[in-house]
């Protein structure tokens, strides 16, 4: 914990002396840096070697961004397929602070929170605001998770299982989703060097 107190600060330094954040407020970054990425890449199709079409995808924390992104109201282009991979998608915490799942999304919500502009725990949560309903602009979803995210520990489940599971559920149902629940690599970080093998076929069905 101390660590990534440390690191918390270091980054937020960097901001500061980059002229990237202010003093007394959430820097806010998130809503607006997806758009942001999505209108550049529209713009330069021809960099990108693009067919033009569009996926929307994130990892870890990148995988809660986006499926944030996904499920609101802003206007958004149609994406091709939104892949979401080892995300955690709720941070609600059930259960009090001091319990390892607790702690964990306790120091989330406080992250999320700064990132995000957000003083209400149901802005910060993509089950929440999948529930209540409306059309997606995708016509795939792809929820991805290792057989082991944090490797056996106890708050894999209530952190990173049960919240995907409840995603999917609420996709399906309020959004009426065509959703894939996907398992691969071994634990959280060994994912990435196993995600080609969901990627490829996805990627060759596009071309």
């Not at 959430?26 to 330069?44: E, N």
Request: charged fraction near 20%; charge should be positive; proline fraction near 5%.
């Amino acid at each position: 914990w101390v660590g990534c107190v440390a690191l918390y600060v270091m980054m937020r330094v960097v901001q500061l002396t980059r002229g990237e954040a202010k003093l007394g407020g959430p820097r806010d970054s998130a809503r607006g840096d997806l758009p942001a990425v999505i209108t550049w890449a529209q713009g330069h199709q021809d960099k990108l070697t693009s067919n033009g079409k569009f996926v929307l995808m994130g990892y870890s924390s990148g995988a809660h961004a986006a499926a944030l992104y996904l499920v609101s109201e802003v206007e958004k282009p149609y994406f091709e397929a939104a892949i979401f991979i080892a995300g955690i998608y709720r941070v609600a915490a059930p259960q009090p602070w001091y319990t390892p799942y607790g702690a964990c999304a306790t120091y989330a919500r406080f992250f999320l929170r700064r990132a995000y502009g957000a003083s209400r725990d149901e802005v910060l949560c993509p089950v929440t605001l999948a529930k209540k309903g409306g059309k997606l602009s995708t016509g795939r979803v792809m929820i991805v998770n290792s057989e082991k995210e944090f490797r056996g520990l106890p708050i894999e489940g209530p952190l990173f299982t049960r919240p995907a599971e409840d995603f999917c559920t609420a996709l399906r149902e309020a959004r009426g989703a065509r959703v894939d629940r996907l398992v691969c690599g071994a634990h959280h970080w060994a994912i990435v060097g196993k995600i080609g093998d969901v990627l490829g076929p996805l990627a060759a069905s596009f071309q």
